[in-house]
């Protein structure tokens, strides 16, 4: 069964840029599936970010999209987040997600972003 | 953007009551509604595809239903494992968007 597990910078300053990656187990990277991050801020609900489809392109939450880059790297099993310019706002639960459709069949733990100087 | 108003936001209940959770829609999303389950500390699970459909591997006392705007989540004979953070997701049109979920607790 897909296991996918995130890592990255749980504190990044005001202004930088957030990078988190997606570690996905076995050989699901190279299966077709379409490839997620999602996020919750404090106290509030889910927030889908984008995600990344089996033909490469990729589709972002017009509220991040000038922000957001997700790409893919195969040789290393990962998926991967960057978000720009980030403020407190950006404070939040970083989930990743993988599919067969949409992206949403097999989600990871999560991780705290905190952006804080 | 469709906006999903999920509720309650937090029920309790009691071993063997059946529980609905209500997702509605603020536009028609079909049938492109998902259903997941979040305990605390653990991966979310996929329990609902398209409104009705039992993911394999998850017990028959869950069910979905509905369609177009109106969806529920019901577990039937509910039991102490069943505490959680239940939400729902509608894959309809962009941007994918969430309810803000319920949180079930068992007494």
């Known amino acids: 069964q897909l296991q996918l597990q995130e890592s990255g910078s749980g504190l990044v300053k005001p202004s930088q840029t957030l990078s988190l990656t997606c570690a996905v187990s076995?050989?699901?990277?190279?299966?077709?599936?379409?490839w997620s991050w999602i996020r919750q801020s404090p106290g509030k609900g889910l927030d889908w970010i984008g995600y990344?489809?089996?033909?490469?392109?990729?589709y972002y939450n017009p509220s991040l999209k000038s922000r957001v880059t997700i790409s893919v790297d195969r040789s290393k099993k990962q998926f991967s987040l960057k978000v720009t310019s980030v403020t407190a706002a950006d404070t939040a639960v970083y989930y990743c997600?993988?599919?067969?459709?949409?992206?949403?069949?097999?989600w990871g733990q999560g991780i705290l972003v905190t952006v804080s100087s | 953007e469709t906006t999903l108003t999920q509720s309650p936001a937090f029920m309790s209940a009691t071993p063997g009551d059946k529980v609905n959770i209500s997702c509605k829609a603020s536009?028609?999303?079909?049938?492109?509604l998902n259903w997941y389950q979040r305990k605390p500390g653990e991966r979310a699970i996929f329990i609902i595809q398209?409104?009705?459909t039992l993911v394999p591997g998850i017990p028959p006392r869950f069910s979905g239903s509905g369609y177009g705007t109106d969806f529920t989540l019901t577990i039937n004979n509910i039991e102490s494992e069943d505490a959680a953070y239940y939400f729902c997701?509608?894959?309809?049109?962009?941007?994918?968007?969430f309810g803000q979920g319920t949180k079930l607790e068992i007494k």
């Open positions: 536009q028609d999303i079909d049938h492109d």
């Open positions: 997701l509608q894959h309809d049109n962009f941007p994918y968007t």
């Open positions: 398209e409104g009705t």
């Open positions: 997600a993988g599919g067969i459709d949409y992206g949403f069949d097999y």
């Open positions: 990344i489809i089996r033909s490469g392109n990729t």
């Open positions: 076995g050989d699901y990277i190279n299966s077709g599936y379409s």
